[in-house]
């Protein structure tokens, strides 16, 4: 996290925190505060342009951090075992980088997403891509799941239980084989 949205943080909870307690203790008068806003800042064009700006750095900073967690989350999980020499951890990134660049090599398949998600005793691992040829679906998307969840037991060990779900999001075939047809009509059989 950033300087400066630590301290636009602090600075605007210790404010939020003041006026949550001198307003109700009568110290902080809430109408002569609006009067005075009203009078020497809202009348003024400069000044509104100002607090606009302000006000959409503020909104960025805390969509800025709230990328960052979710970031931080994601890349802070992994899976460890022990072993003889010592504890081991594996982030799901790095699984994930490893699985994309076995499935890469591959010619049928293209535009890949991976993530591996950690269930209960349970490795999930979602695939998604493009198909690139006319090819059995079946016999493509079961040698890419036995691949993986061989490639998976060999780097986390076979007593790991995994699932693998493969989604062909789209098919391009070559401007060879690809069939001109025409594009149905609605209600063209309706009687």
């Known amino acids: ?23 109700p203790t009568g110290i902080l008068n809430l109408e002569s505060l609006i009067n005075y806003l ?18 959409l750095l503020i909104i960025l900073l805390c969509l800025r951090y709230i990328q960052k967690m979710i970031l931080n ?32 090599q591959r010619d049928e398949i293209s535009h890949i ?5 950690l ?9 998604k891509g493009y198909l690139n040829y006319e090819v059995n679906l079946v016999n493509l998307t079961k040698e890419i799941q036995e691949k993986v969840k061989e490639r998976i037991g060999v780097l986390l060990g076979e007593d790991k239980k995994v699932e693998i779900n493969l989604q062909i999001r789209k098919i391009t075939v070559s ?8 594009p149905e009509i609605p209600f063209r059989h309706y009687e």
Do not use: C, H, P, W
């Open 113 to 117: 997403k991976v993530k591996v998600r």
């Open 1 to 23: 996290m950033g300087f400066l949205t630590i301290l636009i943080y602090i600075l605007l909870s210790f404010s939020a925190g003041f006026i949550l307690i001198m307003a």
């Open 38 to 55: 009203d009078q020497n800042i809202l009348n003024n064009f400069s000044s509104n342009i100002t607090l606009v700006l302000i006000g």
């Open 175 to 182: 401007g060879d084989q690809e069939k001109a047809e025409e």
């Open 73 to 104: 989350s994601r890349q802070n999980k992994n899976i460890s075992f022990e072993s003889k020499e010592g504890k081991v951890k594996i982030t799901l990134v790095a699984i994930e980088d490893l699985l994309k660049k076995m499935i890469e």
């Open 119 to 127: 269930k209960k005793k349970i490795i999930a691992v979602q695939i």
